[in-house]
């Protein structure tokens, strides 16, 4: 093992978890007010349309199957059938290269028009550019290493479950071409930004909103003087 | 019975001057922020108008507020419903931009100092307070429609309109009978707030003790639905820090015993505040009624204070004594259940908004015969002829009840007899040019007696500041000790540092990642 594979392999993937844990919850107790998807639809509406809920839905699909695949028990079930297997995979380069053309459309437009320059930040930059990479190499191993949904199973996800029980077992993916160990890489990259970025609005998403009541009303003094009721 | 208290107010258009006074103390208090150049959490707008933001009335554009299924009585978000919210959490298909209210600009002052000798005097040229660049055409700014009552671009696109008769609207466009009044509005701080329901990250929230809706900048996240689910486009979105702000009733001057800024600063004195109880269990009732009953419907809503039942449930709610003396003097209570002369802005949207208007009284009808203004008499009411029948109004019935009693021509008649049955009576009493008879007929048409009309004329026109300001004690102090339980007076161990307790910020609300 070379060390330069530990530090990438090992290394990197237990730091960038443990910024983002660390860094994550430093943030959300001592910087709540941080704690925001700064959307700027407000100042510009249109690119915004093209751009943001095309890329979410097919970022978001994208997600769900890398997840679904760390479970290779019903995944590979799942794939055995040709007829699965192929839509899905052109599925997945479809929406993997329409995420690329859509966040390339919101960069353009945080880009060129100057409302939206006012209100991007550096950290704002550094997230859409490794962003932007990491799609992008995704996308190109999707079309040039074909049948991922499937060697995925046997290199990334046994490469990761050895590193969550704390058994690193790196021969999985040390051997692997440069590009995938890129996009192995750069996933966890973006876990070690995500911290420092707009990212944290991911975890805030407000899915309690679907049970809670929708008028909201916050006492401060009646507990101390009435009876319970 | 819920009794909840409500800190709420009466507008007296009737006194606007539309001198923006109110608008200028809000702006300097709360909103001379970078990202809040352009929120008037108070504005004075003219009506007919389009108002601001420009039709915020449309809701059929901006999808505010609430909507009742006619067939099931239910009501529902018109926004959208919970997983609407959520799926269209990443682009809001009802969001108004920046340009739908305006481009917050200042001018190129220096350049009236540094520029070079020439022929033309120099010029300061508006700069764009969002991206600092030049703007070439200022195309829109606050009160852009001020006193444009008649205009084409603006009064004519009136939302209020539309369900005006061809004669009505082109008698309101008629050069010597064009008609205009003021209309300051601030955050209702509604019993069913379109906002707080909108929001899906629980952020926005109405105060239990004295029902003042407020925004946690901290839950803030810019999910931005509230911006759209407030009717009244009285959340405001801060460009610059991604959070939504809005009115806060000036709590930090209530908690002090003092008005809101824009009520201490107006002028003209039309602005009356003050608690009400209301019953929290009938509010889904309320909101569930059709259009014509929604008034009559709010109304019941609101309790008496000098009910025994009500007082004795307002003391189980944990309502001190004092709160429920200071809603007995409410003037709010009064213009609003009382005298039945204050009414709410566009009750249809069903938020049950508590911030209630006396409409204004409308101007002498006149036509010139002979190059002379002559006021036309007053028909079949026969109050002829210092004011004009109520059916010859320069602005229509229709279009009042299209702003104030969602479409019910009848109850802001009734508002107009007894304001009228109130100026009558009074001229009967000071100048006496008016025969009893003629007194009589306009108190029975108003509904109204001696001793009401006395009242009302005097919280009218001759109110004192403690009479128009009813602040509650809101008890803030005994809401500081309940977070502060070890608190100990022999110790001396209070929070001491500013920001400790209390509002405000404690580290610089901008972006720092």
Redo the contacts between chains.
């Keep these: 093992m070379r060390t330069v594979d530990i530090l990438l392999f090992v290394v990197f993937p237990y730091v960038s978890v443990a910024l983002a844990v660390l860094v994550g919850l430093y943030r959300y107790f001592f910087d709540r007010f941080s704690f925001s998807s700064f959307s700027s639809q407000f100042l510009e509406n249109r690119a915004l349309f093209f751009g943001s809920a095309p890329w979410h839905y097919a970022l978001l699909i994208i997600l769900a199957a890398h997840i679904a695949g760390m479970f290779t028990g019903f995944w590979s079930r799942f794939i055995a059938p040709p007829s699965r297997l192929y839509p899905l995979e052109a599925f997945g380069a479809a929406l993997g290269l329409s995420s690329v053309v859509t966040l390339g459309v919101l960069f353009v437009r945080r880009l060129l028009n100057p409302r939206i320059r006012k209100v991007t930040t550096l950290p704002d930059w550094l997230l859409v550019i490794v962003l932007m990479l990491q799609l992008a190499v995704g996308v190109y191993v999707a079309l040039f290493y074909r049948w991922g949904s499937l060697w995925y199973m046997y290199t990334a996800v046994p490469w990761m479950i050895s590193l969550a029980k704390f058994q690193p077992a790196i021969q999985y993916v040390t051997s692997l071409p440069w590009i995938i160990k890129l996009h192995y890489l750069g996933g966890f990259l973006l876990l070690a930004i995500f911290p420092f970025t707009r990212l944290v609005h991911v975890v805030v998403f407000p899915i309690t909103y679907l049970w809670r009541p929708y008028q909201v009303v916050i006492w401060n003094i009646r507990r101390r003087f009435a009876p319970a009721r | 019975m819920d009794v909840r208290a409500q800190v709420s107010m009466v507008f007296h258009l009737d006194k606007c001057i539309g001198c923006h006074t109110c608008s200028i103390a809000c702006k300097n208090i709360w909103t001379d922020r970078k990202g809040t150049e352009y929120h008037w959490w108070n504005n004075v707008e003219t009506k007919p108008g389009t108002g601001f933001p420009t039709l915020w009335e449309d809701q059929e554009k901006y999808r505010g507020g609430w909507e009742r299924d006619p067939r099931t009585g239910k009501v529902r978000?018109k926004l959208q419903g919970?997983?609407g919210?959520?799926t269209n959490?990443?682009?809001?298909p009802y969001?108004?931009?920046?340009d739908d209210y305006y481009e917050p600009w200042t001018y190129d002052y220096e350049n009236l100092f540094n520029a070079p000798l020439s022929d033309d005097q120099p010029t300061a040229r508006p700069i764009s307070m969002?991206?600092?660049?030049y703007i070439d055409t200022v195309e829109a700014g606050p009160n852009w429609d001020d006193d444009l009552g008649g205009s084409p671009v603006y009064a004519d696109n009136d939302p209020n309109l539309k369900n005006l008769s061809p004669e009505e609207r082109r008698s309101m466009q008629e050069l010597g009978n064009l008609v205009f009044f003021y209309l300051p509005r601030i955050c209702n701080h509604c019993l069913?707030?379109g906002c707080?329901?909108a929001?899906?990250?629980?952020a926005?929230?109405?105060?239990?003790?004295d029902g003042i809706v407020l925004i946690s900048?901290?839950?803030?996240?810019?999910?931005?639905m509230c911006?759209s689910g407030c009717p009244y486009k009285k959340v405001y979105?801060n460009?610059?820090?991604?959070?939504s702000e809005k009115c806060i009733l000036c709590y930090p001057r209530l908690e002090t015993g003092q008005p809101p800024a824009c009520f201490h600063a107006c002028v003209g004195r039309i602005r009356y505040l003050g608690l009400i109880l209301y019953d929290a269990d009938r509010i889904t009732w309320a909101i569930s009624q059709p259009d014509e009953y929604l008034v009559e419907a709010q109304r019941s809503v609101i309790l008496d204070p000098f009910d025994p039942e009500v007082i004795r449930n307002a003391k189980?709610?944990?309502i001190?004594d004092l709160m429920i003396e200071y809603a007995q003097r409410s003037p709010v209570y009064k213009f609003f259940k009382l005298w039945k002369l204050a009414l709410p802005l566009h009750p249809e949207f069903r938020t049950l908004p508590m911030l209630f208007y006396v409409p204004p009284m409308q101007p002498v009808q006149a036509v010139q015969r002979n190059g002379v203004y002559e006021t036309v008499d007053a028909g079949q009411e026969g109050l002829a002829p210092m004011l004009a029948a109520l059916e010859k109004n320069r602005t229509p019935i229709k279009y009042l009840a299209s702003l104030f009693s969602a479409g019910n021509e009848q109850i802001i008649r009734e508002v107009y007899h007894k304001l009228i049955a109130v100026r009558i009576y009074m001229r009967f009493k000071k100048v006496g040019d008016v025969t009893p008879g003629d007194v009589q007929r306009a108190l029975q048409l108003g509904q109204t007696t001696p001793d009401e009309c006395e009242a009302i004329w005097r919280l009218t026109s001759l109110p004192t500041f403690e009479e128009r300001f009813v602040v509650p004690p809101l008890?803030?102090e005994?809401?500081v000790e309940?977070q502060f339980p070890e608190l100990d007076p022999e110790r001396r161990n209070y929070p001491t540092y500013r920001a400790e307790v209390g509002f405000g910020?404690r580290?610089a609300?901008e972006?720092?990642?």
């Design positions: 978000l919970k997983l919210t959520l959490i990443f682009y809001n969001l108004p931009r920046i969002v991206t600092g660049e069913n707030p707080v329901a929001c899906p990250a629980g926005i929230y109405k105060r239990g003790e900048q901290e839950k803030c996240r810019a999910w931005r911006i979105f460009w610059f820090t991604g959070k189980a709610n944990g001190t008890a803030r005994m809401a309940n910020f580290k609300p972006r720092r990642w």
